[in-house]
């Protein structure tokens, strides 16, 4: 059996451990997201400039080949499929802004704390100093991994904005061209 002393240690250095890997699992998700982030804007920005492409004057007119086939909620389908696509690129950009993120316990912070803690004497190194040095970095991780969570929950949110976005602005041309391709058909 373990003393109680060893074990309480033991049970701190695997919380500050545990800090580390979270915050390194964390890191990861934030590169996953921004990767997410990248692609669905990528998607956004070719389907967005395939739609600008298009935005010349004799397409829009009355006696355009649009306006004639699709009609008046043709052009209007197509005017929100392209506010979509600006909508999801603008999230990606959000989700892929820079920001300042949470830091890990910085060296500089532990080798003050670990220099304080070395400070005392042997006979004065009590178990509750040896534990409070441990407890202290847990909590150092505790606010570090809320931050860092938040930042990421804000990226996850403002990602699904963006694929949504995207994804009406697809199935919104899908329908439109479904439509024209069935009108044209059946001429």
Do not use: H
């Not at 990861?28 to 669905?40: F, P």
């Amino acid at each position: 059996m373990i003393d109680v002393p060893d074990f309480r240690r033991s049970v701190l250095q695997a919380l500050v451990q545990t800090g580390s890997d979270n915050y390194k699992e964390n890191a990861r998700i934030a590169g996953v997201l921004d990767d997410k982030a990248q692609r669905t804007g990528a998607i956004a920005g070719a389907f967005l400039a395939a739609g600008l492409a298009f935005i010349k004057p004799e397409n829009f007119g009355p006696s355009s080949p649009l306006t004639q086939v699709a009609g008046l909620p043709g052009v209007v389908l197509l005017a929100s499929c392209i506010g979509l696509l600006f909508v999801s690129t603008i999230f990606s950009l959000i989700v892929m802004w820079v920001r300042p993120v949470p830091v890990p316990v910085s060296f500089s912070v532990l080798e003050e704390v670990t220099g304080d803690l070395l400070g005392f004497a042997d006979n004065d190194l009590t178990s509750e100093r040896q534990e409070n040095y441990f407890r202290d970095q847990g909590y150092i991780w505790k606010g570090t991994l809320q931050r860092q969570v938040q930042v990421n929950v804000d990226k996850a949110r403002s990602l699904r904005a963006a694929q949504i976005s995207l994804a009406l602005s697809i199935s919104m041309v899908a329908l439109l061209l479904l439509f024209i391709t069935i009108k044209v058909i059946s001429c």
